[in-house]
């Protein structure tokens, strides 16, 4: 079965300081990655998608992939109280659907 | 703002009721997924609709139904509810094409709430 792992959390990080959130996958022919952040009552929002391997960089944000290691990466720099909500990481699976994993809670702490 | 529209966006049934979720493409995408997403865990897969048809399909018993229609707006219909079925139902909107990198962009969500 394939599956999307991730520490629920919480992570605490200091304001300022940089945020790192892991996922594990366990299909190795995944070819999309993405990262998604739901705040509370709210829908997930894509911030991130990657698909080969090493880094791609957006502003705050920098997602990483190793494939090799079936594992991707989300670190967001200067942390800011708003980034505190759940982040998803989803992986599709070669000719198959998107697949979440059930998030890591980031709470920024002022 | 990702375009995509659900209504209602809150549902209160009772248990062995149907209900039916509607949702509205984001502009010039032609694929709608629904997603099941219990109290603090992650979407899970439910179905998935392009050209009107199936196109995959998550491990949800056939109580579980839905349609695409020609302006690839779709429904998500449940029947026979049960406690277990209470839960944020998202729809996602994406351009599928061969070869290429497809990307879910969510609307904001039926919230459904079985008594």
């Known amino acids: 079965q394939k599956e999307v792992e991730q520490n629920s959390g919480p992570l605490s990080v200091p304001e300022g300081a940089i945020a790192s959130l892991n996922c594990t996958y366990s299909?190795?022919?995944?070819?999309?990655f993405f990262w998604y952040r739901q705040y509370s009552g709210k829908s997930p929002e894509l911030i991130m998608s990657i698909y080969s391997n090493g880094d791609k960089e957006d502003g705050r944000f920098t997602a990483q992939l190793n494939k090799a290691s079936q594992y991707v990466s989300l670190l967001i720099r200067d942390s800011q109280p708003s980034d505190s909500a759940t982040y998803l990481c989803?992986?599709?699976?070669?000719?198959?659907?998107?697949?979440f994993g059930k998030g890591t809670r980031l709470h920024i702490l002022p | 703002e990702t375009g995509v529209t659900q209504s209602p966006t809150h549902l209160i049934k009772t248990r062995g009721q149907q209900v039916t979720l509607r949702c509205s493409s984001q502009s010039g995408h032609n694929t709608v997924s629904w997603y099941q997403q219990a109290l603090g865990q992650g979407p899970q897969f439910i179905f998935q609709y392009y050209r009107e048809e199936e196109n995959g399909r998550g491990n949800f018993p056939p109580r579980f139904s839905g349609l695409q229609f020609p302006n690839y707006s779709s429904e998500l219909n449940v029947n026979a509810l049960e406690l277990d079925d209470s839960a944020l139902y998202l729809c996602?909107?994406?351009?599928?094409?061969?070869?290429?990198?497809?990307?879910?962009?969510f609307g904001s969500g039926t919230q459904l709430s079985v008594l």
């Open positions: 299909d190795r022919v995944s070819q999309s």
């Open positions: 989803a992986v599709r699976p070669r000719d198959d659907k998107i697949i």
């Open positions: 996602a909107s994406s351009l599928y094409r061969q070869g290429a990198n497809e990307k879910l962009f």
